[in-house]
């Protein structure tokens, strides 16, 4: 990574952003209709760099929410680097060691720096993080849909679009008869399945009735804290089982792969507190043999920009989550449009993330406004 331009961030600005979406999304632990989230902009040297927070409004995915991350950043992250002359990724990403968690809070900042840098060098963002690929490879996540019927015309409509790989969301109750029915009706899509972590080892027998479906591999089907649970149930599955909310960090990547709980990675920027330790989930990963994908939080255009970026490193070898902004949509607050044709999205060439803020879009789905100077 280059890090050796130290920038000087003057005033940090976060907007507070709400864009409906085309459709409900719904997952094990809720539903939602409206992407709300926090979009931050550093500003200095005659630059600004973005970055998107990805934390929910409810605690249900991370225990991060947008009025946790919201105090987090005023009074804790933001100091660090405001008025400082030392405002590099990499010096802000030790000195945000010493805050615990809060990760999501983390990857904005990080982010935005990250951007901010990119952009100074004139490089683009995938390139200076060690990206190596030209276009990456998307599927879709599915939400879970009223009945069998709609899943299937769902994943028929998405098939269409070239997606690489489709995802479903499932649930106690709302698995197998699903998976057989699309199965069925797509002897030879990509398929795999996201719990978010809503089954317990008492269903290893469910669990286990998915191996008659070929599936890439099985995301987050126990408890986000407990690895060990999955290495357990690893042991009764032919389907490879990928972890998401149970990584945080590459320590805790090189553990879960160690104990054999997981044979794949969702990467989460968000979720990992920012691309530097992206980069090294994915170092740690790829030394041991274990894709990584990168996943998805239904961001908007500054937050896909960086999952495209990350996602343009060698061991990212799996289609990620970060399909066409217009599938969630009706305009987005980028240019150019993060569009996929055929599952394949090109990654931006210009400096930094490669898009550029459109203002009369982002006035519109902007509900408040805050400044922060040194
Ligand atoms: O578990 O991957 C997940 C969205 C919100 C929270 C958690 C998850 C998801 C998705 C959506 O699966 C991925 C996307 O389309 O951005
Ligand atoms: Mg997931």
Not at 31 to 56: D, M, N, P
Not at 263 to 287: F, L, P, Q, T
Request: aromatic share 6%; with cysteine; glycine share 10%.
């Amino acid at each position: 990574m280059i890090d050796n331009r130290k920038m000087r961030v003057e005033c940090a600005v976060l907007r507070h952003v709400e864009m409906p979406l085309k459709f409900r999304f719904r997952t094990s632990f809720g539903e939602t209709g409206v992407k709300k989230f926090l979009l931050l902009e550093l500003r200095g040297e005659g630059i600004s760099g973005w970055g998107e927070c990805v934390a929910e409004e409810g605690p249900f995915y991370s225990p991060e929410t947008l009025s946790t991350a919201l105090p987090i950043l005023a009074e804790y992250l933001l100091p660090l680097i405001l008025g400082k002359a030392v405002a590099s990724p990499s010096a802000f990403d030790e000195a945000a060691k010493r805050v615990r968690g809060n990760r999501m809070a983390k990857a904005a900042v990080e982010c935005a720096l990250q951007d901010m840098l990119a952009r100074a060098s004139g490089v683009p963002l995938g390139r200076a993080l060690g990206g190596t690929r030209e276009a990456i490879e998307v599927g879709v996540s599915l939400g879970i849909s009223p009945t069998v019927q709609d899943t299937v015309e769902n994943v028929r409509k998405h098939v269409a679009q070239g997606y690489r790989r489709i995802k479903l969301k499932i649930e106690p109750g709302r698995d197998f008869d699903r998976l057989a029915a699309v199965r069925e009706a797509f002897p030879d899509v990509t398929l795999t399945v996201d719990a978010n972590a809503a089954y317990t080892l008492a269903d290893a027998g469910t669990l286990r009735s998915f191996d008659a479906f070929r599936l890439d591999y099985m995301e987050q089907p126990l408890h986000h804290e407990d690895v060990v649970a999955h290495a357990e149930l690893a042991k009764t599955l032919k389907t490879p089982i990928c972890l998401d909310e149970s990584i945080r960090s590459a320590a805790g990547a090189s553990a879960a792969i160690a104990l054999g709980a997981c044979k794949v990675i969702n990467i989460k920027i968000g979720r990992v507190g920012g691309h530097a330790e992206a980069v090294r989930i994915h170092d740690v990963a790829r030394a041991a043999g274990v894709p990584v994908w990168c996943g998805g939080m239904l961001e908007a255009g500054i937050g896909r920009a960086h999952n495209v970026a990350i996602a343009s490193l060698p061991g990212f070898s799996k289609p990620g989550d970060t399909s066409s902004s217009s599938r969630y949509f009706e305009e987005d607050i980028v240019t150019p449009a993060l569009e996929a044709t055929d599952g394949l999205m090109p990654v931006p060439t210009g400096p930094g993330t490669g898009v550029t803020i459109r203002p009369d879009v982002l006035g519109r789905v902007t509900t408040a406004i805050q400044e922060f100077r040194a």
